[in-house]
Nanobody
């Protein structure tokens, strides 16, 4: 059974940084695309970033481009989301997700596996 476990969330001041991790177990990282999504209070879950299984292709939401960086270490079965220049609008529960396939998928409906989420709170 595939399991995704996020970690690294917390409380940070505006302008600060956090790095989220997503540990994958129960399958190989080969041909396994990964993404990060987030859900703010009272809002629908939205796309943040995605990375192809090889790590060579990334996609970002416009709202996080140039501030967030997605990366992966297939040897460690882990995907990361480095978040810099955080602002209160980034406050949300962050979820990692995975699916079979070679690309950096941005549509959350295409993902089969989900973590339980980690809370990120940015204070002003």
């Amino acid at each position: 059974q595939v399991q995704l476990v996020e970690s690294g969330g917390g409380l940070v001041q505006a302008g600060g940084s956090l790095r989220l991790s997503c540990a994958v177990s129960g399958r190989t990282m080969f041909n396994y695309a990964m993404g990060w999504f987030r859900q703010a209070p009272g809002k629908e879950r939205e796309f943040v970033a995605a990375i192809a299984w090889s790590g060579g292709i990334n996609n970002y939401a416009d709202s996080v481009k140039d501030r967030f960086t997605i990366s992966r270490d297939n040897a460690k079965n882990t995907v990361y989301l480095q978040m810099n220049s955080l602002n209160p609008e980034d406050t949300a529960v962050y979820y990692c997700a995975g699916r079979n396939g070679p690309f950096a998928y941005t549509n959350q409906d295409l993902y089969d596996d989900w973590g339980q989420g980690t809370q990120v709170t940015v204070s002003s």
